[in-house]
């Protein structure tokens, strides 16, 4: 079963516009990370954020967690082409990681 | 540093066959991953080693079996490749369990 799951599937905008990607949880968790995968390629990471926090920010990333909820969400502002990916969102709950679905991402330029 | 190598990067196998799966790190990591990424889904957890010396099961462990050749090494064995496990498989590392982890680029596997 999987943890974390990505809203929305996918996600095509223009350059310049912002791009907003929820993912919902659904046990405790230590810390949620974020990931990016480019086509065919392994996973970057991108920010991590613990339990403890509420937002977090990695230059035009920003990210939310509201354990309340069990959700958390990625910001990217002023997307350009090159943000082009798929993003997974990572939970972190004992000291097994379990990554959801991902949302695809578009920029179209 | 080279991070995480994985070798190889493209496989094609028959029902049946037998394979490793190899990844080295070069970051003096302590836990190190295999996962398996089916088209549209994300990542599901193969095995894990939280240390030298110790293996654990992951999410979805049947038809493979893992060894911790040492800090460095992490391989994957398919004793008895099914067209089920078709996939890329992803190796990953991290400095300890709750770290940040580092991927390779993976290994395209298909069994025909």
């Known amino acids: 079963s999987q943890q974390g799951e990505e809203d929305p599937q996918a996600l095509s905008i223009q350059e310049g516009e912002n791009a907003t990607m929820n993912c919902s949880y659904k046990t405790s968790i230590n810390n949620l990370q974020w990931y990016r995968q480019n086509s065919g390629r392994g996973l970057v990471h991108l920010i991590l954020?613990?339990?403890?926090?509420r937002e977090k920010h990695s230059g035009r990333l920003r990210v939310t967690l509201d354990t309340s909820k069990k959700s958390s969400s990625l910001l990217i502002t002023a997307s350009r082409a090159a943000d082009t990916a798929s993003y997974f969102c990572a939970t972190l709950g004992g000291f097994k990681t379990i990554f959801g679905a991902g949302t695809r991402l578009f920029v179209k330029a | 540093n080279a991070g995480v190598t994985q070798t190889p990067k493209f496989q094609v196998l028959k029902t049946g066959q037998s394979m490793t799966l190899q990844c080295a790190q070069d970051m003096n990591h302590n836990s190190m991953y295999w996962y398996r990424q089916d088209p549209g889904m994300g990542l599901r957890l193969i095995y894990y080693?939280?240390?030298?010396?110790?293996?654990d099961k992951g999410e979805v462990p049947n038809g493979y079996n893992v060894s911790r050749l040492n800090k460095r090494e992490f391989s994957l064995r398919l004793e008895s490749a099914a067209p089920s496990q078709t996939s890329v498989y992803f190796c990953a590392s991290s400095e300890s369990q709750i770290g940040t982890q580092y991927f390779g680029p993976g290994t395209r596997l298909t069994v025909l």
């Open positions: 954020i613990r339990s403890n926090e």
């Open positions: 080693s939280a240390s030298e010396g110790t293996t």
